[in-house]
């Protein structure tokens, strides 16, 4: 399951008024939007997942990379930041899983063009071999 943000929660994230987040949402510019339960006769409050937010160029302040930025120093009493960190993670994770299947795929197809490599080398040697001989026999 995907980590969700509150438009608050989003809007405090991206460094962005709650306003920019609703207008963005009303504009369709969130496709994984959803909405979260009911409380009583109000409708439950729309989630947004991290990724539509950087999809649109916000970018949520816990992932910018500035270079003086000390991980360890993220503020884990902070309930956004570490949700949208937990997020961006669980992203990077699956991405990474993705490039172990490739490259494990890849590793599959080297080691086949190796047996056929090695299989032609051995032909090779044995005809060579026996033509050697034939010479050096002559």
Known sequence: ???LLTVKE???ACGV???TIKRRLRAGQFPSAVRGPASGRRPGPWLLTVEDLAAVGLRPMVLLNEPDR???AMD???P???RVALSHYRA???MAAGHVVDLRAEIRR???LLDTCLGAIATHERTHNGDCLRREGS
């Open 92 to 94: 990077v994770a699956e």
């Open 110 to 112: 080297l080691h086949q």
């Open 76 to 78: 884990i009493d902070d």
């Open 10 to 12: 989003a809007a405090l």
């Open 17 to 19: 008024s709650d306003d």
């Open 70 to 72: 000390d991980d360890d």
């Open 80 to 82: 956004i930041a570490l």
């Open 1 to 3: 399951m995907r980590d």
